[in-house]
Structures are given as structure tokens and as C-alpha cells.
């Protein structure tokens, strides 16, 4: 019995397949710190994820990271972004509590 071939006579043996690219570092941390900072509200965080995700975008952009992690990047971004602005927003209202509570004090010495 012959044993089959996988491919042409005299053809050479294929190699393996080709390895799937993945993310590099720079997106999953972008991603993780986007993340992180979100739930938490941990603002830093939010600054590295943008920091992070806009160096990686660029870097994906002149062909020095993967493309595999370009969704990662991006999300990360996004989340950054996001956290931040409602990080503002919170740090705005609280100001506001405060200047509201300290103007409806009373202004008697006395009392």
C-alpha cells in the first residue's frame, strides 16, 4: 500500500502554517488600562491608556506593531477618553457641591 501524499509528485514538504500575529504589549496595556480606569474611575489610568493607545495606533500606522492589535489600541483609546471626560465631569459637580455648600452657610459670627 502506498501512503498518501499531501501534496504534487516531487513537490517539497510543506512547512508549518504561518503563526497568527498578535497584539503587542503596548494595545493590551492601552486596553487593560482603559478598562481598569473606566470602572474605577481611577483617571490616571485614563491618561496611560490614551497615552498608550495613541503611541500604538501610530506605531501600527508606520508598520512597527502588528495590525493584530489595532482594535485594542483603539478601544483602549476610547476608553480612555471616556473616563477621563467623566472623571471631569465629576471633579466639575463636586466643585460646584462645595462652593454651593460653603455659600449657603450662614454668614452670622455669632452663631
Do not use: H, N
Not at 503563526?19 to 503596548?26: I, R
Amino acid at each position: 500500500m502506498s501512503q498518501p501524499t499531501a501534496g504534487p509528485q516531487g513537490a517539497a514538504p510543506q512547512g508549518p502554517a504561518p503563526q497568527q500575529q498578535s497584539a503587542s504589549g503596548k494595545a493590551i496595556a492601552a486596553l487593560v488600562c482603559g478598562i481598569i480606569g473606566l470602572v474605577t474611575c481611577i483617571w490616571p489610568l485614563d491618561i496611560v491608556a490614551i497615552i498608550l493607545g495613541k503611541i500604538e495606533l501610530g506605531a501600527i500606522t508606520r508598520g512597527e506593531s502588528p495590525e493584530a492589535g489595532r482594535s485594542m489600541a483603539k478601544i483602549g483609546l476610547i476608553l480612555g477618553i471616556i473616563g477621563l471626560v467623566i472623571a471631569a465631569v465629576a471633579i466639575i459637580f463636586y466643585v460646584i457641591a462645595v462652593l454651593a455648600a460653603i455659600g449657603s452657610m450662614p454668614q452670622d459670627p455669632s452663631y
